[in-house]
Each structure stands twice: as C-alpha cells, then as structure tokens.
C-alpha cells in the first residue's frame, strides 16, 4: 500500500478562497469587513516571519489586518492596555497575541485577557472550557486544521478509533475533544504511555503532536490508518538542515492509508484556520450565521 498524500498547501487554499468568498459577501450584504489584530512583542526571527505571513494572508482573503509591534522591554501594563483597547474596538473581531513572550511577561494573564469572543487562537481559559463540555466555542487554529482534513478524508468521523500522541494545550488536549465532539473513540497518549507501540497500532486515525523527530516509525502504524503529522523537527542530515515530522513519513507511507506530508501537511491549515475564525467570530459579534464548513 502506497498513502495517499494529504496536500495541506492545497486544502488551505481551498479554505481561504471560502474565507475570501464569505467576506466579500459580508461587504456586499452587510457592509462589514472582518478585522484581525495581531500583537508582537520583541523581535523573534520566527514571530516575526509567521507574523507578516498572517498579515499578508489577511488581506489578500479581503480582511482589515492590524499589526501592532512593540519593544521586547513593553511592559505587562502597557500590553495589557492595548488588549484591552483592542477588546473595545468594534472593528477588531479577532486578537492574537503571537507567542512565545518575553519572559517578563505572563502569558496567562495576556492571553486571559483577551475577550473570549475574540480569542482567534482559542487559548482563553473560557474558550478552553466551552470546548471541554462541548459548547461553542473558538477552537485552536492548529486542531481545527487537522479536523477539518480528517473530515474531508473520511466523510464522517463516528465509531472511529483515534489515537492523539501529545498532551499540549494547544494541540493534544483540544484535538481530542474535537476528535470526542465528533463520536471518535479517543485515546491521548504521551511519553510515559505503557506499550504505545500498540497503543497506535489499534488506531484508525493518529494524530503526532509531540515535537520529537520521527517518533512515530511505519511499524506503529495500522495498515489504512489515517495518519496527521502535527510536528515540524529541524535535523541535520547529509550536512543539510532539514524540516521533519513527528512520523517517519517514508516507513508510514508504506501502511497508512492517508498521511499528512512535513512540511507542506498541517502547517498551512494553521494560518488559514485564523481566518477562518476571525471570519466566526465576526459573524457571532454581529449575530449572523457561522460559515458552514469552517468551524468545528
């Protein structure tokens, strides 16, 4: 058996050209035009790529994209009063706060103090709950993603044995209760689970999400099983840096029936996932149907 390539690059294209069809109509209809804020505090190299990315991606689907960068020094006080400015603003229907922070600052607090309803990243303690008990919720951009490309895969999800490796809050925890949210028998495995080998080899679905190079070797995996490969490892090889998954995607190629490549698999969808939930809750502040499709 050769996987079938799940192209992450092309799904997220897919889900922007509807993003961008559903904003043009909101201005045509309703005169409203989505806005995303996003906050950088300090100078990451990474932050700052993934932060234009998301700008640019923003306007090119139609949205109102406001950057706001600030000193790494910028104190809790002062980024507390920008959120809180932000929250206040009718026409920012999405905040995000990009991270990792400075050290000195708290990223609990600054991201509990985000409005939930405008909580894009769905990192707000409420909106952690909300997803919990299976209520409305904003949903992490990363697990909507990989949810969105199981349910294209698959049709409906029902009955299926799935297995989340990793138990972060931003992506084990809640790709389980997305996993659970759509009648999946779920099972979430980490680094001290007894037997994982055959742990993932019962599951139909498996979901790597722990930031451990090639972790996942082909013989885990369940002849057919759908295979979704969160991580993105740099390793030197041959005197090349390159970018990995959490799976030893040549081996599980061989017996899945549908993987997610490293890169140009999961990654895509996260940013196109934003704008998908920005364009949600722009709908919700403004008591207008969610778009169908781009929610959990």
């Not at 707000?124 to 949903?139: D, E, F, P, R, Y």
Request: charged share 20%; net charge negative.
């Amino acid at each position: 058996m050769v996987a079938q390539v799940i192209d992450g690059k092309a799904f997220a294209a897919k889900v922007r050209a509807q993003v961008a069809d559903k904003v043009a109509k909101l201005k045509e209809e309703h005169g409203i035009t989505p806005g995303l804020a996003v906050v950088l505090v300090g100078e990451d190299p990474a932050s700052q790529v993934y932060v234009r990315s998301k700008g640019k991606q923003t306007v090119e689907v139609g949205m109102n994209s406001y950057e706001h960068k600030l000193d790494a020094e910028t104190s809790e006080q002062d980024l507390l009063a920008l959120i809180d400015k932000l929250n206040n603003d009718p026409a920012v229907h999405g905040i995000l706060v990009q991270l990792p922070l400075p050290k000195h600052l708290n990223e609990d607090l600054v991201i509990n103090a985000i409005n939930p309803a405008k909580d894009v990243d769905g990192f707000h303690i409420s909106n952690v709950g909300l997803l919990a008990t299976g209520q409305k919720a904003m949903v992490p951009c990363t697990p909507l993603g990989c949810l969105m490309m199981l349910r294209d895969q698959h049709g409906s999800l029902s009955g299926m044995d799935a297995v989340v490796i990793g138990r972060s809050n931003i992506v084990g925890k809640p790709m389980a209760q997305l996993l659970l949210g759509d009648s999946c028998t779920v099972t979430i495995a980490h680094s001290r689970t007894r037997n994982l080998p055959d742990v993932v080899r019962r599951a139909d679905i498996v979901v790597a999400a722990v930031g451990r190079p090639e972790m996942v070797p082909g013989d885990w995996i369940k002849e057919g099983a759908t295979v979704i490969d969160v991580g993105i490892n740099r390793i030197e090889r041959d005197g090349k840096t390159r970018l990995v998954g959490d799976v030893d995607y040549a081996s599980a190629a061989e017996r899945a029936g549908a993987i997610t490549p490293v890169p140009g698999g999961v990654g895509p969808m996260t940013i196109a996932c934003l704008l998908a939930n920005t364009l949600t809750a722009c709908c919700r502040a403004n008591g207008l149907p969610e778009p169908e499709g781009l929610t959990a």
